[in-house]
C-alpha cells in the first residue's frame, strides 16, 4: 500500500492508473504523481507556476 509522501495518510490507488496521472492525498489534499506502475511508485507533484500575463 502506499502512503502519501506530505502526511502519511493510506492512498486509495485506483485500478488502471496511467504514468504521470495526478492523485490527490484524500487527507491533506496535495497532489501526487504516479511516477512508476512497477513498483506503483507517487511522488510530490510539480507545482504549476502562475502566469500573472507576462
Known amino acids: 500500500m502506499n502512503t502519501?509522501?506530505?502526511?502519511?495518510?493510506?492512498?486509495n490507488i485506483?485500478?488502471?492508473v496511467m504514468m504521470g496521472e495526478i492523485l490527490p492525498c484524500p487527507d491533506c489534499g496535495v497532489e501526487l504523481?504516479?511516477?512508476?506502475?512497477t513498483p506503483l511508485t507517487v511522488e510530490?507533484?510539480?507545482?504549476?507556476?502562475?502566469?500573472?500575463?507576462?
Open 33 to 37: 504523481e504516479v511516477t512508476n506502475l
Open 14 to 16: 485506483p485500478t488502471g
Open 44 to 54: 510530490l507533484a510539480p507545482q504549476e507556476m502562475e502566469d500573472w500575463g507576462e
Open 4 to 11: 502519501c509522501i506530505e502526511c502519511g495518510a493510506e492512498l
